[in-house]
Antibody
Framework: EVQLVESGGGLVQPGGSLRLSCAASGFTFSSYWMIWVRQAPGKGLEWVANIKQDGSEKYYVDSVKGRFTISRDNAKNSLYLQMNSLRAEDTAVYYC??????????????????WGQGTLVTVSS | QSVLTQPPSVSGAPGQRVTISCTGSSSNIGAGYDVHWYQQLPGTAPKLLIYGNSNRPSGVPDRFSGSKSGTSASLAITGLQAEDEADYYCQSSDSSLTGYVFGTGTKVTVL
C-alpha cells in the first residue's frame, strides 16, 4: 500500500525557517518524481515544487523561488522541503504527492496519484 | 496563482447530472497538456479522480467522466449521490511556469 506521511509543520515567526519531511513507503520511491502542493486556509490548491527521481531537475513556483528548496534522499525514501524567509502568505497545509508519468517521462506529463495527509505550516508573530 | 478557471459552485439533486468546467489558455490546456481532476472531501487530502483528460483510476465509479476540447476541460458527474459533496479541482501543466497549475476549485452541493 502506497503511503506518504508528512511531518515538520508548525508555528513559525515571519522570516523564520522550517523543514518539512515526507516519508514514503509501499512503492519504489527512487522511480518517481515527487511534488509539494500547498493549500492556504479556505483556499485552493497551489503547486509549490517538484523534483526528478535523481534530484537532477527541480522546479518551483515563482513565489517561493530563492526561499524554498526541494530535495530527496532515495536511500531513506524521503522527500524534503526546506523553507526559509517564511512569510504570512506561506501559511498553508503542505501536501507531498507522488507524480506518476503519463504519456511520457517529461516533467509536464505527470499525474499526482497518491497524496499524503498534509502538515500545517502557520507563519505568524 | 490559479490560472485555470472553474465555477465556484454547482449543485444538483440526487440522481441528477452536473458538470464542472475548467477554462485555461494556450500555455496550459490549449498547449495540449493533459488535464487531471481531483476530489477533495471535507477535511481530507485531494484524491485523483480523472487522469489524462478522461481516464478513471481503479475504484473510481463510472459516474465520473472527463473530457477536453481546445483550451477547456470538463468533469461530469451523473447520478449524483450525497457522498459526491466535495471540492473538485482540475489540474494541468503550464509551459510559461515550467510547472503545474490547478483550477480555482468547485464546490459540489447535493440538494
Amino acid at each position: 500500500e502506497v503511503q506518504l506521511v508528512e511531518s515538520g509543520g508548525g508555528l513559525v515567526q515571519p522570516g523564520g525557517s522550517l523543514r518539512l519531511s515526507c516519508a514514503a513507503s509501499g512503492f519504489t520511491f527512487s522511480s518517481y518524481w515527487m511534488i509539494w502542493v500547498r493549500q492556504a486556509p479556505g483556499k485552493g490548491l497551489e503547486w509549490v515544487a517538484n523534483i526528478k527521481q535523481d534530484g537532477s531537475e527541480k522546479y518551483y513556483v515563482d513565489s517561493v523561488k530563492g526561499r524554498f528548496t526541494i530535495s530527496r534522499d532515495n536511500a531513506k525514501n524521503s522527500l524534503y522541503l526546506q523553507m526559509n524567509s517564511l512569510r504570512a502568505e506561506d501559511t498553508a497545509v503542505y501536501y507531498c504527492a507522488r507524480a506518476r508519468s503519463g504519456y511520457n517521462s517529461a516533467w509536464y506529463s505527470k499525474i499526482f496519484d497518491y497524496w499524503g495527509q498534509g502538515t500545517l505550516v502557520t507563519v505568524s508573530s | 496563482q490559479s490560472v485555470l478557471t472553474q465555477p465556484p459552485s454547482v449543485s444538483g439533486a440526487p440522481g441528477q447530472r452536473v458538470t464542472i468546467s475548467c477554462t485555461g489558455s494556450s500555455s496550459n490546456i490549449g498547449a495540449g497538456y493533459d488535464v487531471h481532476w481531483y476530489q477533495q472531501l471535507p477535511g481530507t487530502a485531494p484524491k485523483l479522480l480523472i487522469y489524462g483528460n478522461s481516464n478513471r483510476p481503479s475504484g473510481v465509479p463510472d459516474r465520473f467522466s472527463g473530457s477536453k476540447s481546445g483550451t477547456s476541460a470538463s468533469l461530469a458527474i451523473t447520478g449524483l449521490q450525497a457522498e459526491d459533496e466535495a471540492d473538485y479541482y482540475c489540474q494541468s501543466s503550464d509551459s510559461s511556469l515550467t510547472g503545474y497549475v490547478f483550477g480555482t476549485g468547485t464546490k459540489v452541493t447535493v440538494l
